[in-house]
Structures are given as structure tokens and as C-alpha cells.
């Protein structure tokens, strides 16, 4: 069974950091690549960054490349997402997904299974 659980949102001050997990099971790794989108109140879900399975390969939204890094642990079976500098902007639901292919462009449509989000508030 395909499974991917988020953790690690939270409230945090603006310039603050956070670190999201994303813990998933259920799927051949090797054949896989993990996702990290956002869904801003009243907006549509994007793709922020993509990683794949060797980790020799990430990318970013544009506008997120010098304040998130993503990484995986395969052993641990685990995708990080840290997030520095946090702006108001950032407030969202952040999800994890699993995906057939690792191209922030199309990941959307490569999504095969979704994580339940974890909430990130960027606020005094």
C-alpha cells in the first residue's frame, strides 16, 4: 500500500525555518521520485521542488531555490524539505507525493499518490 505521511509543519515567525519530513512506504524507491507541493489558501496546488531516487537530481520552483533544499534518506525512507528565511508568503498546506518521474514542470500530472499535508503558518 503506497503511503506517504508528512510531518513537521507549524507556526513560525517570519525569517524562521522549518524542516519537513516526509516518510513513505508502499513503492519501489529506485522507480520513484518525491515531489514537494504547495497549496496557499484560496490558490492552486504547485510544485515547489522534485527530487529523484539517486538524489543526483533536484529541482526548484524558481523563486524557492536559495531559501529550500530537499534531500532524501533513503535508508530511512524519508524526503526532507528545509525551509529558511520563511516569509507570509509561505504560508500554505505542504504536500509530499510520490511521482513516476522527476520534472517539476509536469510532476503534477506524474503524481501517483499523495501525502495528507502538514501546515505551515508564517506569522508574528
Known amino acids: 500500500q503506497l503511503q506517504l505521511v508528512e510531518s513537521g509543519g507549524g507556526l513560525v515567525q517570519p525569517g524562521g525555518s522549518l524542516t519537513l519530513s516526509c516518510r513513505f512506504s508502499?513503492?519501489?524507491?529506485?522507480?520513484?521520485?518525491i515531489g514537494w507541493f504547495r497549496q496557499a489558501p484560496g490558490k492552486e496546488r504547485v510544485a515547489i521542488s522534485c527530487?529523484?531516487?539517486?538524489?543526483?537530481?533536484?529541482q526548484y520552483s524558481f523563486s524557492l531555490k536559495e531559501r529550500f533544499a530537499i534531500s532524501s534518506d533513503n535508508a530511512e525512507r524519508t524526503c526532507y524539505l528545509q525551509m529558511t528565511g520563511l516569509e507570509e508568503e509561505d504560508t500554505a498546506i505542504y504536500y509530499c507525493?510520490?511521482?513516476?518521474?522527476?520534472?517539476?514542470?509536469?510532476?503534477?500530472?506524474?503524481?501517483?499518490?499523495w501525502g495528507q499535508g502538514t501546515p505551515v503558518t508564517v506569522s508574528e
Open positions: 507525493a510520490r511521482a513516476d518521474l522527476s520534472d517539476l514542470r509536469g510532476l503534477r500530472d506524474r503524481v501517483t499518490k
Open positions: 508502499g513503492f519501489r524507491w529506485d522507480q520513484s521520485a
Open positions: 527530487v529523484s531516487s539517486d538524489s543526483k537530481f533536484t
